[in-house]
């Protein structure tokens, strides 16, 4: 059997790895035979040197096969997924899943924690009192096929390699790597199940790719590695120049997505909804065109069908449903400061990076994998990029959580708003759909 170092050495001579060396690696790692300090070796000649489509396939594989994969085929019914690669404010699964199950799709859908300077989907969800997201697959099967609608926090058996050589990715400047984020998202993907996945890459200056060029060749090669392993991805590449919607944290978050739901919530999040939904609804044949799908996902805002969904799935998972029609029983701040504008004009920029570190100052986001968030914490925008501000009014509340301070978090926030004195035109949101 070929040794851990060979294969470390076969890639940092820059040659490609067979099916067999890329496999003996993940067993290798799994099997506590390669130390961290040897697989976070061959993560970095892999990407000095680069994976090809074939050993990206075959690394997806090998994560696919660390773990158990999710069975569920008895759900019946059109089963889609949805994975973003992660961003600042982005609560589009806690409105896209409703709005997809109230137009007939079913969703079983795993997400995961917040690290870095993105906010995960599980910790927004669980500032709702109460809410259970730590659901068996038993469990999330009978609530699919009850109500259409689950989301839980990824499982320790589901593509564990991938968990493995994320965490030293995450610690060895080997995450923003093509090949590398598509077997790790491609992986989990599979191994959840679904039949039609849509994938929300985003790109800028919050966003793990950080051009529309690199975006793109994300975006095909989880489609490419996708098609060989007999699934159907269609992205949306969408801005993540400035926060998505006004609210970064959970509580926040959940309140925005909220109204959303309703029809109230803000444009940008709405329509990234839209898009996403109206091409995986029709991908999945649950709707005759994306312009069909589309007009059905706006009336499910309208008829409150996709809000019922929101309730039907809060109760499912034990969470306070009262919560969701009165903001004042979800976790609240320890107090609220609020940032008036110090310049007239035009809002010109809005850094997400600076504002996601405002969030974490303030207790939404976490410092290490282990430390606790406060779920009332949190940054509320009141202007976004191209609207009129006039000096004085109010630019940004920060919702300090209970420990944290706010004068750093001050300093992120006002040096993320730049400010021109002469009209600006929103951001274009949507750069491109990919269709699988
Ligand atoms: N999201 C993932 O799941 N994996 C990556 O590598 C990057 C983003």
Redesign the pocket.
């Known amino acids: 059997m070929i040794s851990v170092i060979d294969i470390i050495d076969q890639k940092r001579r820059g040659r490609t790895h067979t099916r067999e060396e890329i496999f003996a690696l993940c067993e290798a790692m799994m099997q506590g035979r390669a130390a961290d300090y040897q697989i976070a070796a061959w993560l970095m000649a892999a990407c000095l040197r680069g994976l090809n489509m074939d050993e990206t396939v075959w690394l997806t594989e090998a994560f696919v096969a660390s773990g158990r994969a999710l069975d569920f085929s008895g759900i019946g019914g059109a089963l889609v997924d949805k994975?973003a690669?992660?961003g600042v404010g982005d609560k589009t699964t806690l409105a896209l899943a409703p709005m997809l199950a109230a137009c007939g799709a079913k969703i079983a859908k795993l997400s995961?924690r917040g690290l870095g300077f993105t906010g995960g989907t599980i910790d927004k969800l669980e500032a709702i009192p109460g809410l259970n997201a730590s659901l068996t697959a038993d469990e999330m099967r009978a609530q699919v096929q009850r109500i259409g609608l689950a989301l839980s926090c990824q499982t320790e058996d589901l593509a564990p390699a991938?968990g493995k050589m994320?965490a030293l990715?995450d610690v060895t400047a080997t995450?923003d790597d093509i090949p590398?984020?598509t077997a790790?998202?491609v992986s989990?993907k599979i191994a959840a199940g679904a039949s039609v996945i849509a994938l929300d890459i985003k790109a800028g200056r919050g966003a793990?790719a950080e051009t529309r060029e690199e975006a793109q060749a994300l975006a095909k090669m989880c489609r490419d590695v996708g098609e060989r392993l007999g699934k159907s991805f269609i992205t949306v590449i969408s801005s993540m120049d400035q926060p998505l919607g006004y609210a970064v944290g959970n509580a926040i978050e959940v309140t925005e997505a909220i109204q959303t739901l309703k029809g109230q919530g803000p444009a940008d999040l709405t329509e990234l909804c839209l898009t996403l939904g109206a091409v995986t609804l029709a991908k999945a044949g649950l709707a005759p065109s994306a312009e069909a799908a589309r007009e059905r996902l706006q009336a499910s805002l309208a008829d409150g069908s996709a809000y019922g969904k929101f309730v039907a799935m809060t109760a499912a998972q034990g969470g306070d449903v009262d919560a969701l029609s009165d903001p004042a029983l979800m976790p609240q701040p320890a107090r609220v400061n609020m940032l008036p504008a110090w310049e007239s004009g035009y809002v010109a920029a809005i850094d997400p990076l600076l504002i996601a570190e405002a969030a974490k100052l303030v207790g939404a986001g976490r410092q290490t994998k282990e430390s606790p968030i406060d779920p009332g914490a949190g940054v509320m925008l009141f202007k976004k990029v191209g609207d009129p501000v006039e000096a004085g009014e109010t630019l940004v509340e920060l919702h300090v959580g209970h420990g944290a301070g706010d004068a750093d978090a001050l300093a992120r926030v006002r040096a993320a708003f730049t400010f021109s004195s002469t009209p600006v035109s929103p951001p274009p949101l949507i750069l491109e759909v990919v269709q699988g």
């Open positions: 994975h690669t992660g995961g991938d994320y990715r995450v590398l984020i790790s998202v989990k793990f």
